[in-house]
């Protein structure tokens, strides 16, 4: 069985994007930005929902091929391909660059991927994160909380129907005053 991880940046007020999907604030140090290229580096595949894709896969497939690309960007663009990636969308009509697009039911897709033998998963996007974690499907949460507080927009957790208890595993903190906390979920 795989592991499946819901990790993003978020504001000390618990958003993802600000409103109208402001997510200017969360611009990450050079230490942080390496620590999200291996994280995508040991990821085996990732879960995207439409409005990270697009902001995703509009700027990483030809960032190493942009005038001033620093090698950490170079080497994030080539993770960033290489890994396979599963769209859930009912708006996208096609996907590239090492992904396949589901337009059916996001949770029974999750189920069955994660009841598939492989390495570690990734879910990304509040809005497909959110039905996840309500499926009970999410076994880790990486918050990386930024020092901004945004005052509403896109959520990272999302209502549910009951708790959730979580097990600290890991602490740490980035320039900027930046602060990870990664939870396991108990079962």
């Given at each position: ?28 140090s ?63 009509r ?14 029974t ?33 990486v ?6 507080l ?38």
């Open positions: 069985m795989r592991k499946l991880t819901f990790g993003m940046n978020l504001s000390v007020d618990g958003y993802v994007a600000a409103p109208g999907d402001d997510i200017g604030w969360s611009a990450p050079d230490e942080l930005f390496q620590w999200w290229s291996d994280r995508v580096g040991a990821t085996e595949l990732s879960l995207y929902g439409r409005r990270l894709w697009e902001t995703m896969s509009s700027s990483w497939p030809t960032a190493d091929q942009q005038p001033g690309a620093t090698p950490e960007h170079i080497e994030f663009a080539r993770r960033w391909r290489d890994m396979p990636k599963v769209v859930f969308s009912s708006t996208i096609k996907v590239d660059w090492n992904a396949r697009l589901v337009t059916g039911d996001a949770v897709e999750i189920t069955r991927l994660k009841d598939e033998d492989g390495g570690p998963m990734d879910i990304g996007g509040a809005t497909l994160a959110a039905a996840a974690m309500r499926a009970g499907l999410v076994d880790e949460y918050l990386v909380t930024h020092p901004v945004v005052g509403g927009g896109a959520p990272f957790f999302t209502a549910l129907d009951s708790w959730v208890n979580l097990d600290l595993v890991e602490t740490r903190t980035f320039p900027g005053g930046v602060v990870l906390t990664r939870y396991e979920t108990r079962r």
